[in-house]
């Protein structure tokens, strides 16, 4: 017999409590995982940013375009090895319901500054001989049944009219945090458009994206290119991409945080949980614990018998709340309309961190019991009537 | 003239309720030998129980000190005194204190726990335990399936597991029936002759006592 055993038996003493505490703990930590993921989505964008990578926007709005001869300035300006730009398409595929970003692109140079939509290179070839060819990410491809040659009709609203596009590529993602529902087009194509229908939007542009050589250079650079369009009819504001990201998640940003608090809440829950459960045990075990501790045994080995009993209840509820994470956030992603969080994964970081709270609730949750059965004089406990 | 196994001198225990100082021994000194089997018997509160948990080492005096096997028991640390307990004291309560969750042999081996053997040593120890009280045919028993009186048979084997310098019994008869109670006496007697155990023991009961080689009456917190 060892004492581990002891600790073993003492477990499952009460199991339908024991069963319940591991329920409690494993459904709060599968709701600390699903809110954790939430947040992770909510800043997939952020994650996503490279630190060689400077946005440059228009300085009041994100909304107003930029002209697109501001290219070659921007590409003059020293540490800047690349440029490219992008425009927000927008449009209804199917209904509006059906969410994922559609950008017209400068498919010359967007594929090099964004390395990270792995395109077949046979393809890639394909996307650039046809005029209104488009490229999709794998997860658009599943999501619609798309294949290559098949066509994505698609009704404007920022560009108004019918847009035919054809697939002639299917991106993957190269990183988890790489959004694998976009879909790309030759700006080419729209400006050509553009021209013949709307022909005083000709020659804009949505934003810039510059590679720069040496990230530590990035607020120079941004001042720099800022400086060179100042008292313009569009002057410019250029950050960093993460900087960008961000500043699309400030208007949800509370939001976020009282997510973020209340996924913590929940760890304080669980605390409760074991904790409550592991005084009504040890306060039902007063006698027992006067009688081993008269025979000898010695307060580590108390803390050993009672930390591991609360370590065993909340690493079991907490593996229990992990492995129902995993299809709790699928179907979460499967409730929600399509394409709200693109990216939607359970970060490596999210169970470590439910790992890491079942560890250090069971070790907590020990403490206040056993304070009490090392202060308890074993006659006082060997008289405690419970 | 033999040395005793256990010197009481000048013992004062008192319990302090919010103000109020309430004696509870004084002015205890004893002496009993090795091998002794010694009842104390007196009224409720007139301290037998406090006296008995003074000489065990599971309370502490106000004052005085006990020597046992010659060591000064009163001058020890908890952390000493709970090493010095698991090696010199056996304990049998009245209500048995066995652990419900184990069986038969697995409570007489918890005290073993804390000794340097091994595995398969404990194991044999605790057998062997059993078999001394007669609950040979009892190991993977748990408390429940088991009557009071062999309940309290596997608590005397569990007492005597790691062989103590002195067995303490605190109304070891106070929950069984006469025909158990008969069996636990018998079998503490036998303890004391045939492997010369020092048993000190706590009753009401004056058949319990008969058995005891001798008798102290405590009074209102003095040894008559």
């Known amino acids: 017999m060892e004492l581990l055993k002891l600790l073993f038996r003492n477990t499952l003493r009460h199991k339908l409590r024991s069963l319940l505490t591991i329920i409690g703990v494993g459904v709060a930590v599968m709701a600390f995982g699903l809110l954790q993921t939430v947040v992770t989505a909510w800043y997939a964008g952020v994650e996503a940013s490279a630190a060689n990578r400077l946005i440059t926007r228009h300085a009041v709005s994100f909304v107003f375009s930029l002209p697109l001869v501001y290219r070659d300035r921007i590409a003059q300006v020293s540490g800047v090895n690349k440029v490219t730009y992008a425009s927000w398409f927008s449009g209804v595929y199917i209904d509006k319901n059906q969410f994922f970003a559609r950008l017209a692109v400068d498919s010359d140079t967007f594929f090099d500054v964004y390395p990270e939509f792995m395109i077949p290179r046979g393809q890639f070839e394909a996307f650039q001989r046809e005029r209104n060819a488009c490229i999709i990410g794998i997860d658009l491809a599943r999501r619609y049944n798309l294949e290559i040659g098949d066509i994505m009709p698609i009704e404007g609203d920022v560009y108004p009219g019918q847009w035919e596009f054809v697939v002639r590529g299917i991106y993957e993602p190269r990183d988890q945090t790489t959004d694998p529902a976009t879909m790309m087009f030759h700006y080419k194509y729209l400006d050509e458009r553009v021209r013949q229908e709307m022909p005083e939007r000709a020659g804009e542009i949505g934003w810039y994206v510059v590679r720069i050589a040496d990230p530590g250079d990035s607020a120079r650079i941004s001042q720099e290119i800022d400086n060179m369009f100042a008292n313009s009819r569009a002057e410019t504001k250029t950050e960093t991409e993460r900087a960008f990201q961000q500043s699309f998640l400030s208007a949800a940003s509370a939001v976020i945080t009282a997510m973020n608090i209340m996924s913590f809440v929940i760890i304080g829950i669980i605390l409760l949980v074991v904790g409550n459960t592991m005084v009504m045990s040890a306060r039902e075990r007063t006698h027992e614990f006067a009688v081993l501790k008269a025979l000898g045994f010695s307060g580590s080995q108390l803390f050993f018998l009672l930390a591991g009993e609360s370590m065993i209840l909340s690493i079991a509820g907490s593996a229990l709340g992990l492995l129902v994470t995993i299809p709790a956030v699928d179907g979460f992603q499967t409730a929600l309309p399509k394409g709200w969080f693109p990216v939607f994964y359970i970060k490596p970081e999210t169970i470590l961190m439910g790992c890491i709270a079942g560890l250090a609730v069971g070790l907590l949750a020990s403490l206040i019991p056993l304070r009490r059965v090392l202060m308890t004089r074993i006659v006082e406990g060997l008289r405690y009537v419970g | ?224």
Request: glycine residues 6%; without cysteine.
């Open chain 2, 1 to 224: 003239m033999e040395a005793p196994l256990i010197e009481v001198a000048e013992l004062y225990k008192s319990y302090h309720r919010d103000s109020l100082e309430i004696p509870v021994l004084s002015n205890i000194n004893l002496e009993i030998l090795e091998g002794e089997f010694l009842a104390f018997m007196g009224p409720s509160g007139s301290g037998k129980t406090t006296l008995l948990n003074l000489i065990a080492g599971i309370d502490k005096p106000t004052s005085g000190k006990i020597m046992i096997g010659g060591v000064a028991i009163t001058e020890l640390s908890e952390t000493e005194l709970a090493v010095w307990r698991s090696r010199n004291v056996g304990f049998i309560f009245q209500f048995y204190n066995l652990i419900p969750v184990l069986t038969a042999v697995e409570n007489v081996e918890l005290p073993l726990i804390l000794t340097p053997l091994s595995k398969r040593e404990r194991r044999a120890h605790a057998e062997t335990a059993l078999q001394v009280v007669g609950l040979a045919e009892r190991l993977h028993h748990y408390p429940r399936q088991l009557s009071g009186g062999q309940e309290q048979r596997v608590a005397i084997a569990r007492a005597i597991a790691t062989d103590p310098t002195i067995l303490v019994a605190d109304e070891p008869t106070g929950d069984l029936d006469k025909a158990s109670a008969e069996e636990v006496l018998e079998l503490m007697e036998r303890l004391n002759r045939e492997l010369n155990k020092t048993i000190l023991m706590v009753t009401h009961d004056p058949r319990a006592a008969e058995r005891a080689r001798s008798v102290r009456h405590l009074e209102k917190g003095e040894l008559a």
